[in-house]
């Protein structure tokens, strides 16, 4: 394994675990929005035992992978143990020593509505390095092992029950914020990450091929796979160029193809996943 890149995959996991803690700390801990996770849970119990939500974080983790790992093993990545109490940490370091900024709710949709976006584009970020942070996932694992649960469904319903553990201790009108953020933190994360892993697949059809293919390998450096294709109307055997690049990087292709050969037939399609040598690693995923 490339030292370089596991080096770029726990900087950029850092990063995500720091923004969610600074969504959370900022704006659902203050107003007690329980939007599911080991967090949302902390926060029920702080408003029955009054330990720091980042201290039942702590009790609340270890206790997930002590019993994990009695009764499933130890089949957790380094790199999420790490994520796991990364967060922990943050959160507590935010909440009591580090003093941020937060936003007691004038506006409850307010505090829903960043607190979402900042943890949601946080734990994205995470997810994509091949990291989690833990907490409920736990539990979805265990269920899973022992009942064929749906991860997915069962991580869904173990946060509904934390939001509807925050009404009755928080009030019915909290409680009903803390279901509509974990609705809308579920829908973030997918977008967030969809905008960050999605990639383009490009079919050419030129004349022009050798030169599109130049300006891929040498210019985007990217890879470009030349198919074997026949034209049907034409019968003759033409060379078809396959590429895969970033979104971002489709303009400047397209760009150099319309002034190289105006001629060229060109498919573009979207590539839900990538994986592969300047991609996104296959080790660990799903």
Do not use: H
């Amino acid at each position: 394994m490339n030292k370089n890149l596991i080096i770029r995959e726990y900087i950029l996991a850092t990063v995500g675990v720091v923004i969610t803690a600074i969504g959370l700390v900022a704006f659902l801990i203050p107003n007690n929005i329980a939007a599911g996770g080991a967090s949302g849970l902390a926060m029920v119990l702080n408003g029955v035992i009054k330990l720091p939500v980042g201290v039942w974080m702590y009790v609340i983790n270890g206790l997930l992978f002590l019993i994990a790992t009695l009764t499933i093993g130890f089949d957790f990545s380094v790199k999420t143990i790490y994520c796991t109490f990364l967060i922990t940490f943050c959160v507590d370091l935010f909440d009591r020593f580090i003093k941020i900024p937060k936003y007691v709710a004038g506006d409850m949709m307010l505090a829903v509505f960043f607190g979402d976006v900042l943890t949601a584009i946080g734990m994205a970020i995470t997810f994509t390095q091949n990291a989690s942070t833990g907490g409920t996932d736990i539990i979805a694992r265990l269920l899973n092992r022992y009942y064929a649960a749906p991860m997915g469904t069962t991580l869904l319903i173990v946060d509904f029950i934390i939001g509807v553990l925050a009404g009755l201790t928080f009030g019915a009108r909290t409680g009903m914020y803390a279901i509509l953020a974990i609705i809308i933190n579920g829908m973030t994360i997918d977008f967030v990450m969809k905008g960050i892993e999605t990639s383009t697949q490009v079919i050419v059809i030129s004349e022009k091929d050798q030169q599109i293919a130049d300006f891929v390998l040498n210019q985007l450096k990217r890879g470009a796979t030349y198919l074997n294709g026949y034209g049907a109307y034409t019968k003759k055997q033409r060379k078809i160029l396959l590429i895969v690049l970033r979104r971002r990087e489709l303009g400047e292709l397209i760009s150099f193809i319309r002034k190289t050969d105006k001629n060229s037939f060109i498919i573009v399609n979207e590539a839900r996943y990538t994986f592969g040598e300047g991609f996104q690693n296959i080790r660990n995923v799903f």
